[in-house]
């Protein structure tokens, strides 16, 4: 159980175009995504907190007209990186959790975005 | 601010126990977690012990919390190439029980 999609794996784009990455909770109902930046031999580094419903919450320092986030549904929020350029290039995870103090966050399998 | 500091490296032998320390500044944090993370992979949930708990074990992996010390380790029985990965520590904080990251400790695996 508890498992977490995340799509695409792997994407190169040229610089100026905009890229959407998909994160699914396959078998829960998540109320509460996170996307996560990671830099090479880094820990991760938390862009935006997600609430179902509601507008994302982001970190000091993450531009919400760059990132755009979507938590439309219990199963679903995006991530939109938009007019990308190669400072954007970066591994993007993803995590879902469930309402309740005891529950872990549960990640997908993270997105290599790379910016040509 | 809150932080959660880890060793960079491990090396441990084959079939010997790996041992994973990690120190914690956030007295109020209710859970305490070990993720593993694999090259090019995203994280894979361990284990987590919640903060009133001093022992969890669950097969070859054993957590121990000393909350007097803010202290956490993650042992590995019988290290396998398996096993061979960075382990984060993590704790949670806040009402969206954001996680507080560790830098990450590489266990490598001589055989």
């Known amino acids: 159980g508890a498992v977490v999609s995340q799509h695409p794996s792997w994407v190169i784009c040229k610089s100026g175009t905009s890229v959407k990455i998909e994160c699914r909770s396959l078998?829960?109902?998540?109320?509460?995504m996170f996307w996560y930046r990671q830099f090479p031999k880094q820990s991760l580094m938390l862009m935006a907190t997600?609430?179902?419903?509601?507008?994302?919450?982001?970190e000091q320092g993450v531009e919400k007209d760059k990132f755009l986030i979507n938590h439309a549904s219990l199963t679903l929020s995006t991530l939109t990186v938009t007019s990308a350029h190669p400072e954007d290039s970066s591994f993007y995870i993803c995590?879902?959790?469930?309402?309740?103090?005891?529950?872990?966050?549960?990640f997908g399998d993270g997105t290599r975005l790379s910016i040509l | 601010g809150e932080d959660v500091e880890q060793s960079l490296f491990l090396s441990v032998r084959e079939g010997d126990s790996s041992v994973i320390n990690c120190t914690y500044t956030?007295?109020?944090?209710?859970?305490l977690y070990w993720y593993k993370q694999e090259p090019g992979a995203g994280l894979q949930l361990l284990t987590y012990?919640?903060?009133n708990m001093d022992m969890k074990q669950d097969q070859r992996l054993t957590v121990l919390l000393n909350k007097k010390d803010k202290h956490l380790s993650l042992r590995i029985a019988d290290t396998q190439t398996g096993d061979s990965a960075i382990y984060f520590c993590?704790?949670?904080?806040?009402?969206?029980?954001?996680?507080?990251w560790g830098a990450g400790t590489k266990l490598i695996i001589k055989p």
């Open positions: 995590s879902a959790r469930v309402a309740g103090s005891d529950q872990p966050q549960h």
């Open positions: 993590a704790e949670s904080h806040g009402s969206n029980y954001q996680l507080i």
């Open positions: 956030d007295s109020s944090s209710t859970y």
């Open positions: 012990i919640f903060s």
């Open positions: 078998d829960f109902q998540a109320t509460t």
């Open positions: 997600s609430n179902e419903g509601s507008k994302a919450t982001y």
